[in-house]
């Protein structure tokens, strides 16, 4: 990627249900610099996997992704967002059931915050349907433990893989070639 220190960067955190298929979908974009699973939203400091699936510490699965804003805007982050998930889902997508899993936008700016509100409503209008998706404020994210980082890549045959996370990248790829920002 070339030197990145004076690249001028933002962070987005995002939660969409497991994190094996956000960081997945995420990494597709032009202009994404990382993305990072992890666990956020919740009271206890750097939580296990263990942890934060028993419920207890209140932290959800979530990826944090760091974009230049010049190649990548956080709209453009929004749509994708927005598609690899079902909002109108509470505390769970598609198998994933839990608190752990509900659908959740950190927004880390006031900016970030308005437009996260308008496209939620545009996502009611569109669907017709009350979204569950909530929208937080920022408060901390715990990187996830190393197993969990570029899941599917290395493990792109599992069933949970193929079921799951192919899907949500078949689909991002085709929103990509109809924006044209591949």
Not at 19 to 42: D, H, R
Not at 77 to 98: M, Y
Not at 132 to 143: Q, V
Request: net charge neutral; aromatic share 10%.
């Amino acid at each position: 990627m070339g030197d990145n220190r004076n690249m001028n960067t933002q962070k987005a955190t995002f939660g969409a249900g497991c994190f094996w298929c956000a960081e997945a979908a995420f990494k597709l974009l032009p202009g994404v610099i990382s993305v990072v699973p992890g666990y956020t939203g919740g009271n206890e400091e750097n939580p296990s996997y263990e942890e934060v699936s028993s419920k207890r510490t209140g932290h959800v699965e979530a990826v944090q992704v760091k974009y230049d804003p010049a190649r990548v805007s956080y709209e453009q982050l929004l749509k994708i967002f927005w598609e690899i998930h079902n909002p109108t889902e509470e505390n769970k997508q598609g198998p994933d059931i839990g608190l752990q899993y509900q659908a959740v936008i950190f927004a880390h700016t006031d900016e970030q915050k308005e437009l996260v509100e308008k496209t939620k409503k545009d996502m009611a209008l569109k669907l017709g349907q009350k979204i569950a998706t909530k929208i937080l404020p920022f408060r901390n994210f715990y990187p996830a433990e190393e197993y969990h980082r570029n899941f599917y890549e290395k493990n792109p045959n599992t069933p949970y893989s193929k079921a799951v996370i192919a899907p949500k990248i078949k689909k991002v790829k085709k929103l990509l070639d109809e924006y044209g920002e591949e």
